[in-house]
């Protein structure tokens, strides 16, 4: 298939017409040639044995198969990448294209993106390797055995997902580079052969083929064909930094065009050509857990444009000619619930029970996360001992574009579904377990994500449109309101987190003790191996909690980098130390952290003095690969606590686009500012309080600060994540910061709890 | 029975008045550009031009729009399809990260410069502040704004912030 618009071939193992490439025991890339002459090429894999522990984990033996289609170069010269993962604004699309057209040294402008269905083809096999191993380095990676176990394990999980800000580490630099050389490298043998010249004497620029003794020179469409016919390279070399020519680059994204007109497609513009919709409106109880027993429904079922009114037991639903008069129908109904476990839950009764699950535990008790030394002892005898206890609330992800989907059962039984989705497949997977189909009736369409931060990774939107679309049998888009939005939530937990530390009699960190309320992920998020603490004891102990959690931009790290970093001020401040000064001591066997800080501190001018009510704050965290440290300068002199700037320094190991990294930090940068002012998800009765803009509250215009970000490419054989590592630093530099201001020290978020100024 | 125009175009509409012109535009007249975010006016998603009027259109029924004018973000450019300079400066300064919120942003920004053609930095938050980017993008939504205006000054670099 020449046309470039059309599907992508990969979604099975691609057929190909003819292949001559031999697979080596090492084999890993696949390739072949679709109709129309197009080349096509892919990472396959050749599972071996996988080791005890995981063998349970496989679902069958020896097997090869191509598991991804990440090119394809038509004979019309276009190179069309198809990426595995979605876009939500991170930009990883862009990215990720970047970095496979580098190696191929293809021409930019003549590079289209293509996302991948939700199919098993495209499970991030190089996510659940990332995960799994994330210090084995390129070309390790290309090792098959683990390839074929974490494929085996990715697809048993339905794990098609963008998060963890690891779509450019994982999937970038283990698969879309890989596939790009490998295509470069066909192209180059075909030419070779072709022309009768040396390999060696190919260049490759912008997409020409040249050899310059002879004076022959082609576009890649002219070899897309042969290329095919090459045996395939087993370990395609990858660039080093100093060739690169695209990655680094602050090349403009491919998606904001379309965001500036309008045309842009997101979840809730979904259309189903030919058909009609009809728009649902829902409303399920607002104690998670508890069910309808009774629903008056009267006054909604003669309103303009109802359709149905259908209580689904967990929810009722109002499907109408529109979203607003399904809304209205809505809003008239009476419902009544049954009662729960919870319906006296208020968010003090929960850090209450938090409380009382860490005074059970006490200094030593709990599940042990890190323990070097004797954490207990050294405190015992140390010259200066600090204790402080910290909390973090329940946080919503307010997407902007509230939860909705779209769905079609079909009178035989298939089913269409529209969504965007951090997880395609296991949207498209939900949506046939949901109906008792195949995963193959199920024709699913992922648009773009009006915002995911880890909401858009559950699929509670799936699976309640399709139920609706179940019973009605026409195609309804399914729409929330904001305050179901709000209060209907995968929340970031709430946590509590208690400290103590020791100092010497020189003032030098002897003990770091630490138990927290539950953990989440990533498990290294409460750890702070990186500072040189001898005596180290890091816990935590279960409480359960009724309310529905999930990632939230971050994850563990929201919570624990506030804990962490503000915990470190006060010992810093205790001891008498300017923090950033202490933090440096800490750092002295951890030189990248240390670089990264080192910079922070100096684009901010740390050591000045600053006007009274003014104070600068300073943190650094290291989370999903990445280095980072904030500074904020706050002012207190105003009628409210304002956050006039912030310095940010990241070390990602490499940048693969530099604008894209530089905005997510800022992102993160603001998100996190929006949670450490305002965010607070709190229960009264069980239920959540919040319902809207007004009452859980966004940061606007007027209040974001000035953000200045700098980078430091570390390591480029390491790359970090960019989405979520900008977030963590941000509260703790600026509690911190109000600290300097004002020797008011913040154990709690968000701000808005206190009296400040 | 409500007669209007939209981005120029007359038309009539057979809908219940009272419906906000945010599901109108979107369900009606299938221009899905302007988005829903609140439904309370909060978050300024919705936000069209009525006779060149920023308003919410999640909150604004259709009835208002008798007789006068709509604007979406599908009106922005011009007939040929060329970019308005806003629009441009959107995309030359990587304004959009999900995008969701930026036709809202379009639209306030849009109407801020054609009444005050060089806005100052509080001139922009007073005309903005009622729109919410949950990317965080106000940054580059200020510098946009400048850049069409003709007022972007160089980047500041860190330590000139440090400084100022």
């Known amino acids: 298939m020449s046309d470039m618009t059309g599907e992508p071939q990969g979604t099975e193992a691609p057929k190909p017409e003819k292949k001559k490439g031999k697979w080596s025991r090492r084999a890993f890339i696949g390739a072949g040639i679709l109709t129309g002459g197009a080349l096509v090429v892919g990472v396959a894999i050749r599972s071996g044995k996988p080791s005890e522990r995981l063998q349970k984990l496989m679902a069958s033996g020896d097997n090869e198969m191509l598991i991804n289609s990440f090119v394809k170069i038509d004979k019309d010269n276009i190179v069309t990448a198809v990426v595995p993962h979605v876009e939500m604004g991170q930009g990883s699309q862009t990215v990720l294209a970047q970095m496979l057209a580098d190696e191929m040294d293809a021409n930019w402008e003549d590079v289209r993106i293509l996302e991948a269905p939700g199919d098993s083809a495209y499970v991030s096999k190089d996510i659940a390797r990332e995960y799994q191993m994330p210090n084995l380095k390129v070309p390790e990676i290309l090792e098959p055995t683990l390839d074929g176990t974490l494929f085996q394990i990715a697809n048993m999980m339905g794990l098609q997902i963008t998060g963890g800000s690891f779509s450019i580490r994982g999937t970038g630099q283990r698969g879309m580079r890989t596939a790009g050389a490998a295509a470069r490298q066909m192209l180059v043998a075909a030419a070779a052969e072709q022309w009768g010249v040396p390999e060696e004497q190919i260049t490759v620029d912008k997409g020409i083929i040249a050899h310059k003794a002879s004076g022959k020179s082609a576009k890649f469409g002219q070899f897309a064909g042969a290329a095919a016919e090459q045996s395939l390279p087993a370990l395609p070399k990858l660039k080093t930094p100093d060739q690169f020519t695209l990655m680094g680059k602050p090349l403009q994204r491919h998606d904001i065009p379309a965001k500036v007109d309008g045309s ?96 059970e ?105 399709v139920r609706i679309a179940k019973a009605t049998g026409y195609p309804v888009k399914l729409i929330w309101s904001r305050e179901e939005d709000t209060a209907q939530d995968f929340y970031r937990p709430s946590a509590t987190s208690r400290f103590s530390a020791g100092l010497d009699d020189k003032g030098k960190v002897v003990s770091w003790n630490n138990i927290h309320t539950h953990l989440f992920d990533p498990q290294e998020a409460p750890q702070v191996p990186y500072y040189d603490i001898p005596n180290n004891l890091v816990r935590k102990v279960e409480v359960p909690m009724h309310l529905r959690f999930g990632p939230w931009r971050s994850v563990d790290h929201s919570q624990h980098a506030f804990f962490i970093e503000s915990f470190l001020d006060e010992v810093a401040s205790e001891a008498g130390e300017d923090s950033y000064q202490m933090r440096r001591k800490l750092l002295a066997k951890s030189p990248r952290h240390l670089a990264v800080l080192d910079k922070v501190a100096k684009m901010a001018g740390w050591g000045r003095t600053m006007p009274k009510g003014t104070g600068l704050g300073i943190a650094l965290v290291p989370s999903f690969g990445s280095i980072v440290a904030e500074v904020a300068e706050v002012d207190l002199t105003g009628k409210k606590p304002r956050v006039t700037k912030v310095w940010c320094c990241a070390d990602p190991g490499y940048a693969m686009n530099i604008d894209g990294f530089v905005a997510q930090m800022e992102s993160g940068i603001i998100y996190g500012l929006t949670a450490t002012l305002y965010g607070e998800i709190s229960l009264k009765k069980g239920a959540v309080q919040q319902s809207n803009f007004h009452d859980y509250k966004m940061l606007r215009m007027d209040e974001a600060p000035q953000i200045f970000v700098e980078v430091i490419n570390g390591d480029p054989e390491r790359l970090g994540g960019a989405g979520e590592p900008g977030l963590p630093p941000l509260a703790p530099a600026v509690t911190n910061a109000i600290f300097a201001a004002s020797g008011k020290r913040i154990r709690e978020l968000p701000l808005s709890k206190h009296r400040i100024v | 029975m409500v007669q209007t125009t939209v981005n120029g175009k007359a038309v009539t509409l057979e809908v219940d008045p009272a419906t906000p012109i945010l599901w109108v535009v979107r369900e009606q007249l299938d221009m899905t550009g302007t988005k829903f975010g609140c439904g309370i006016a909060q978050c300024g998603a919705c ?53 969701y919120c930026q036709s809202g942003q379009l639209m306030s920004a849009a109407a801020l410069l054609r009444d005050n053609p060089q806005p100052s930095d509080d001139d922009i938050d ?15 939504i200020r510098k946009a704004i400048k850049i069409a205006a003709g007022t972007d000054q160089a980047d500041s670099s860190a330590v000139e912030g440090a400084e100022a």
């Open chain 1, 361 to 465: 535990v006490g200094d030593d008790g709990g599940d042990v996360e890190t323990q070097t030394g004797d954490a207990n002892a050294s405190y015992a005898k140390a010259a200066k001992q600090i204790s402080a206890e910290y909390r973090a609330p329940f946080l919503a992800h307010a997407t902007m574009e509230p939860q909705n989907c779209t769905a079609w059962v079909k009178s035989d039984g298939s089913c269409d579904v529209y969504a965007g989705s951090q997880s395609p497949l296991k949207a498209r997977k939900v949506a046939a377990d949901t109906l008792g189909i195949d995963l193959e009736q199920v024709n699913y369409t992922n648009t773009y994500l009006g915002g995911g931060f880890g909401r858009r990774a559950e699929v509670d939107n799936i699976v309640m449109a």
């Open chain 2, 126 to 140: 007073a005309a903005m502040r009622g729109n919410v980017c949950r990317c965080g993008m106000y940054n580059r």
């Open chain 2, 47 to 99: 936000t069209v031009h009525l006779d060149g009027t920023p308003v919410r259109s999640c909150s604004t029924p259709i009835s208002e729009a008798d007789g006068k004018a709509i604007t979406t973000v599908e009106g922005l450019a011009g007939d040929d399809g060329v970019l308005s300079a806003l629009q441009q400066a959107w995309i030359d300064v990587q304004v959009p990260q999900c995008g």
């Open chain 1, 264 to 359: 842009a497609v997101f979840g809730i513009d979904a259309k189903i050509p030919g058909e009609k919709l009809s728009y649902a409106a829902v409303k399920a109880p607002p104690v998670v857990g508890a069910s309808i027993t009774a629903m008056d429904s009267d006054a909604a079922k003669a309103m303009p444009g109802v359709q149905q009114i259908l209580n689904m037991g967990d929810f009722v639903a109002v499907v109408a000619n529109g979203y607003w008069q399904a809304q209205q129908a809505l809003n008239t109904i009476k419902l009544s619930y049954s009662k729960t476990d919870a319906d006296s839950l208020d968010a003090d009764a929960i850090f209450a029970r938090y409380a009382k699950a860490l005074d």
